[in-house]
T-cell receptor, first 114, second 113 residues
Framework: DTEVTQTPKHLVMGMTNKKSLKCEQH?????MYWYKQKAKKPPELMFV???????INESVPSRFSPECPNSSLLNLHLHALQPEDSALYLC?????????????FGSGTRLTVV | QQQVKQSPQSLIVQKGGISIINCAYE??????FPWYQQFPGKGPALLIA?????SEKKEGRFTISFNKSAKQFSLHIMDSQPGDSATYFC????????????FGEGTQLTVNP
């Protein structure tokens, strides 16, 4: 299995809703990442988990709450989002955070906040 | 200093032609330079990558040329095909910044049949 699987593929949520994005990989990767991508822009790093511990938080607002319950799973909990948070949310994984190769992205969750 | 500057923003090439995308950087702590290909509605997919101790790497129709002294690297797509039409991002990893990937702004490539 060489894939990063993200669910759901599409999500529409109101500003008062709570929802979660899920990411799963079974490649034995111990680094997992959340990125946000706006249309026609490059991905922007949000969070990095290394060995299930939060390693990097790029000053992301607290309405985004990451969680890494085990080495294969990464969640992003969403609460009280704003319309400007609408974007493609990408999960990625790599073998180890400090190794410069083997970075794999999922297909993303297209999030629309109404 | 964390920036990676990518050009051109968009590129139109005829089928069978050569597509060339360029990137430049300043940060000497960058130690890994991947290129990603992204189709609409999909996540970026790693196309090819190079490390700074190598000046060129070729995989099929895709070649990275790397000029360490000029702090520039480029992607060449030989015999470009309509199926290559996508957005291409160069990136660089910094060993001193938690292994962050810094992306260029992207190049929208269109290959006409």
């Amino acid at each position: 299995d060489t894939e990063v699987t993200q669910t759901p593929k599409h999500l529409v949520m109101g500003m008062t809703n709570k929802k979660s994005l899920k990411c799963e990989q079974h490649m034995g990767h111990r680094a997992m990442y959340w990125y946000k991508q706006k249309a026609k822009k490059p991905p922007e790093l949000m969070f990095v988990y290394s060995y299930e511990k939060l390693s990097i938080n790029e000053s992301v607002p607290s309405r985004f709450s990451p969680e890494c319950p085990n080495s294969s799973l990464l969640n992003l909990h969403l609460h009280a989002l704003q319309p400007e948070d609408s974007a493609l949310y990408l999960c990625a994984s790599s073998r180890r955070q400090w190794l410069p190769y083997g970075y794999t992205f999922g297909s993303g969750t297209r999030l629309t906040v109404v | 200093q964390q920036q990676v500057k990518q050009s051109p923003q968009s590129l139109i090439v005829q089928k069978g032609g050569i597509s060339i995308i360029n990137c430049a950087y300043e940060n000497t702590a960058f130690d890994y330079f991947p290129w990603y290909q992204q189709f609409p509605g999909k996540g970026p997919a790693l196309l090819i990558a190079i490390r700074p101790d190598v000046s060129e790497k070729k995989e099929g129709r895709f070649t990275i040329s790397f000029n360490k002294s000029a702090k520039q690297f480029s992607l060449h797509i030989m015999d470009s095909q309509p199926g290559d039409s996508a957005t291409y991002f160069c990136a660089a990893r910094s060993r001193t910044s938690g292994s962050r990937l810094t992306f260029g702004e992207g190049t929208q490539l269109t290959v006409n049949p």
